[in-house]
């Protein structure tokens, strides 16, 4: 069974740092460009990240440049990211999801395009 999870959410005050981790036990991560996204309450979900299968290019929400880093370790089949710098409105569910299909190509970098998500996992940014 094709399964992502995601893990490291927690409650940090602004300023502070956290480390999500994304990994998978159906499928290798390095064959799939792995983005993610974030829902904070009474909004609608949005893409946060993503670190292309091709060439590892990334990508970021103009919100997070500078603050966030997506990586991937394959020896660990994981994908990281790394959040510095937290606001308040950072927090939010964070979800890891994959494009399996790689319907980024066609769709460009929105929810449909990733056929795979964890469950996620809750980041609460709080003084």
């Known amino acids: 069974q094709v399964q992502l999870v995601e893990s490291g959410g927690g409650s940090v005050q602004p300023g502070g740092s956290l480390r999500l981790s994304c990994t998978s036990s159906?499928?290798?991560?390095?064959?799939?460009?792995i983005a993610w996204f974030r829902q904070a309450p009474g909004k609608e979900r949005e893409g946060v990240s993503y670190?292309?299968?091709?060439?590892?290019?990334?990508y970021y929400e103009d919100s997070v440049k500078g603050r966030f880093t997506i990586s991937r370790v394959d020896s660990e089949n994981t994908v990281y990211l790394q959040m510095n710098s937290l606001k308040p409105e950072d927090t939010a569910v964070y979800y890891c999801?994959?494009?399996?299909?790689?319907?980024?190509?066609?769709?460009?970098?929105?929810?449909?395009?990733?056929?795979?998500w964890g469950q996620g996992t809750q980041v609460t940014v709080s003084s």
């Open positions: 159906g499928f290798f991560l390095d064959r799939y460009t």
């Open positions: 999801a994959a494009d399996l299909w790689s319907r980024m190509e066609i769709a460009g970098f929105r929810e449909v395009s990733f056929s795979t």
């Open positions: 670190i292309s299968r091709k060439d590892e290019g990334t």
